[in-house]
């Protein structure tokens, strides 16, 4: 049972520490939030913003179907309407000594947003470490269920999630895995929806976290024998036989593991360093899987990655991320089973609209007019602004607004891009 505590930094027995966590992840973790990252996830989010511009997606209400537009394409980048003070407000984050953007749209969006994302999922990971660690504080255990199918090429997303959708509902609701669950003393479940692009085409994948309330010996023997429903489901669904990846299972430890890295950003991209490591235009994809925001990356370097014989570059990205966006807009990617919150003893749920808006204590440090604003946006430079105030501190902000109008986006040399001007756009 330690196993999952070292690994998730929790203490078992005091409902005080899962709270200070789950308060402490209202703002993001200081590692991996440096200048280059805010550089980084502005650059990758002006790239998810011009891929989905001009597109909609249908939402019923009432009854009617209803276009509705990408929230990220409005996200960090529209204020909102605020008559007293239009304008953006620039704030400083004292815990994190973090600069970022007041009064401006903020989309929640976990599949889409790569400012949003993060926060999102580092609230959410922490949650997942205190219900982890409340239900090791009681001797109980965890287990992770990986279901997946074989997957091809010229296998479109769409068709692809609509025959695993319907397995995955077989399956779950089947008299096999009730009686698993029975049979193990599952308390609840937490089911994670992934997806990554390799060499056989897209990847979606679920991970389901079985929480029990006492050690059961034997549970991975016990779940393994789901694999027989897990396939049946599956050929049900239309999708074939899987293979030996197709269905999995682990103990706590490897839950443990894949709870702390949970919401981690993988890096195909040595991002700050992307240019100097190589001069070559092509990387090596991370053990030939690309995440969809890796599919950004690409466009704002206009750097190809090799996945397998393959190179994925900047055209192919662009339709692979708008093809990902529309299938997973609206769906959500964390799910727990009903009640389990409750009895894990964790805070009402918060949107992920109000987690990504929430960013700690702040100060406003100044505000940038709408035309000033209007430059920022010109020159793609909201996340260089803000590195430059980590860089020089926040008496720069008044330098820094009046240099915007005299800069040339497409002067890469200008003074005080140069040295943030890896990325295109400048
Ligand atoms: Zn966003």
């Known amino acids: 049972m330690s196993a999952i505590l070292t690994h998730t930094g929790f203490q ?89 953007y007041g009064n ?31 239900i090791m504080g009681r001797d109980g255990e ?30 779950f609701a089947g008299r096999a895995f009730k009686d698993a669950m029975r049979d193990v003393g599952a308390v609840g479940r937490v089911y994670s929806t992934e997806v990554t692009f390799g060499v056989n085409g897209w990847h979606p994948h679920i991970h389901v976290l079985v929480l029990c309330e006492k050690r059961i010996p034997g549970i991975v023997e016990r779940l393994a024998r789901l694999r027989d429903q897990w396939a049946r489901s599956v050929v049900k669904s239309g999708l074939g036989l899987i293979n030996e990846h197709g269905f999995d299972v682990r103990n706590g430890d490897y839950a443990a593991e894949y709870i702390a890295k949970y919401g981690h950003e993988p890096a195909v991209f040595t991002w700050s360093a992307a240019h100097e490591l190589t001069k070559s235009h092509v990387k090596q994809g ?79 440090i100044g505000t940038i007019t709408s035309d000033e604003w209007r430059e920022v946006l010109r020159l793609n430079g909201r996340g260089q602004i803000l590195a430059m105030l980590g860089k020089y501190g926040r008496q720069a902000l008044p330098e820094i607004l009046a240099l915007l109008p005299k800069l040339n986006p497409n002067r890469p040399d200008e003074p005080w891009f140069r040295e943030e001007n890896k990325f295109r756009g400048y």
């Open 12 to 100: 078992s027995d005091e409902g005080a520490v899962i709270h200070k966590q789950a308060e402490r992840a209202k703002r993001p973790a200081k590692a991996g939030e440096g200048q280059d990252v805010q550089v980084r996830r502005y650059a990758m989010q002006r790239e998810a913003q011009k891929v989905l511009t001009g597109f909609t997606y249908t939402r019923k209400r009432d009854g009617v179907d209803h276009g509705c537009t990408y929230r990220v394409t409005r996200c960090h980048r529209n204020p909102n309407s605020r008559a007293w003070n239009p304008g953006v407000d620039v704030m400083h984050y004292p815990d994190t000594g973090r600069y970022g």
């Open 104 to 134: 401006l749209v903020t989309c929640g969006s976990t599949w889409h947003c790569p400012i949003c994302s993060p926060k999102i999922t580092e609230y959410r990971r922490a949650e997942l470490a205190a219900g982890a660690a409340s």
């Open 142 to 171: 965890i287990a992770m269920v990986t279901l997946t199918y074989r997957h091809s090429i010229d296998l479109p997303l769409a068709e692809s999630l609509k025959a695993f959708y319907k397995a995955r509902e077989k399956f």
């Open 286 to 364: 991370r053990a030939g899987n690309l995440t969809p925001f890796d599919l950004l990356g690409i466009l704002a370097t206009r750097q190809g990655v090799e996945v397998g014989d393959r190179i994925i570059g900047p055209a192919e990205a662009e339709n692979l991320f708008r093809e990902y966006a529309v299938q997973f807009q609206g769906r959500q990617q964390l799910y727990w089973s009903k009640g389990l919150r409750e009895q894990l003893g964790l805070e009402n749920d918060r949107t992920d609209e109000e987690v990504a808006d929430g960013e700690g204590d702040s100060d406003i």
